[in-house]
Each structure stands twice: as structure tokens, then as C-alpha cells.
């Protein structure tokens, strides 16, 4: 069984333990309406690139990123240095996330709040939206074309925004026909965990320029994001690099900043 296998398996049994509560979730979903919009927010500034900034304690394939781990300053620290919006890792077990981590740091910035987990039932998207996210991820690899299509409809009915998650051309293929209306290109493996740029750059070709495209993981300096901006990333998922960061005011708005590289010298273009 490869990673991306038992983390699913794992959300089962979490999703049956959820499941006495669907219907109070749901009626409460059904009464939110302070949404921020997530896309717009990406695609806010033309000049520059979007960037989700991702508050991440640790991962399967990195470990532990942050010892100290304070998400409140993180948060505040990614909005002021000009994050487009947060993805939070929600999972416990995996990620060393919980769901509440989000739900406070909604409360403390202005910003759209993506909740980064893996979520195979519509119980999870009811729990999204009364935790205060504004959108959700959904990973193609997870899930299979039924219920994708089933809960990217239910997500939109529910005001939440979707970042729909691929690693290949199958999977892309699949994620265009739906109404995803977000796509993100996961430049790490969920089964091998290697990374690799090229993926992003191999499947932006086959996006409509009409879909927002956020290039995912992997993404370690302007010269990557640049990289990125050349093949036609409108924004970027960045989270071990900023955990990371040891200034992030200068370290964020220099990935925001970068320019796509001159596809003749080798550099980055003037301007």
C-alpha cells in the first residue's frame, strides 16, 4: 500500500466517526454566508503571482518543519508579507494539523482560508464550512470520477471554492470534466513523494486559459517561481519554503515577484 493509500484508508475510519454528525453539520453549513472569495483573491493583482501560503507543522515526506510551531503568528506574518490567501493542513494524524487551527486563524486575518486535507465525503465538506474555511482541496487521485464530480457540486452549493489537486495528464483530463473551476498541479508524487517542476510545466499546456492554474510543491526560490510563471502558473502553493523561511517578509514577496524566465537567455526577464 503506497502513502497516498493509507492516508485514504485512514480518512474512512475518520469520516465514520463523523458521520452521527452530518445532519447537524449540515444545517449549519447551510447557514453561513460570510465567504471570501478564494480565486479572486489569486487572481487579485496582475502583476504579480498569486500565492497560497500553507501553515504546515510537518508532513510524511519532510517530518516535523516547525518545532515552535505558533500558526497564529505564522498566519499573521504570511497576510502582512502579502499572502493572496492561507491553506491550513487540517489532518491530525499525517500532518500534525487539526481542524480548529483553522477556525482561529479565520478569525484572525482577512484573507480566504483553504482547508488542506484529504476529503472523500460530503460530511467533510459540511465540517469545511462551519470551521470558516472559504475553499477545499479535492485530489483527484483520491477519489474516484463519481464522487469527484458529487463533491465538487456539493462544495459549490455550499459557497466553498475548490482547488482541484492532479500529479498527471489522466488525472487532468478527469478534473476538466467537472466544473473545477481551480486546478492545481501538484509537482510531488502522492505515492512516490519525489518532485519534480517539469509536471506543472508538462501539463499547463493542456489548461484552458479560462481556469485559474496554481502550481503546487516543490517551489524553493524565485528562480523556481519564475519557472513556473513561464509555463503559465497564475498562482503558487507554497508551504515547507515559507515554514521554513527565517524572514518572511522579504522570502514571500520575492516568490510573488518573480518574473517568468526568457525562454532565450536563460534569465529572468526585464520589466
Known sequence: MNKLDEIIAHKHSEVERLLPLQD????????????????QALMADPSRLGMI????????????ISTDFDYLTIARTYEKAGASALSVLTDEKYFQGRLDYLTTIRQEVQIPVLRKDFIIHEVQIYE??????????????ALDQPTLVRLLEKAHTYQLEVLVEVHNLAELE??????????????????????????????SEEVP??????????????????????????????GETLMR???LLVD??????AKPLDPIKGGLVEG
Open 174 to 203: 478527469r478534473a476538466l470534466d467537472t466544473e473545477a473551476r481551480i486546478i492545481g498541479v501538484n509537482n510531488r508524487n502522492l505515492k512516490s513523494f519525489t518532485v519534480d517542476l517539469g509536471t506543472t510545466e508538462a501539463l
Open 245 to 247: 523561511s527565517s524572514n
Open 53 to 64: 501560503a500553507e501553515i504546515k507543522r510537518a508532513s510524511p515526506s519532510a517530518g516535523t
Open 128 to 141: 469545511a464550512v462551519v470551521a470558516g474555511a472559504d475553499a477545499i482541496l479535492l485530489i483527484v487521485a
Open 24 to 39: 447537524k453539520l449540515q444545517a449549519a453549513a447551510a447557514m453561513r454566508d460570510d465567504f471570501r472569495p478564494f480565486g
Open 252 to 257: 514571500l514577496p520575492a516568490l510573488r515577484a
Open 209 to 238: 486559459e479560462d481556469l485559474i492554474l496554481v502550481a503546487e510543491s516543490g517551489i524553493k526560490s524565485p528562480e523556481d517561481a519564475a519557472r513556473l510563471a513561464a509555463c503559465g502558473a497564475d498562482a503558487l502553493l507554497v
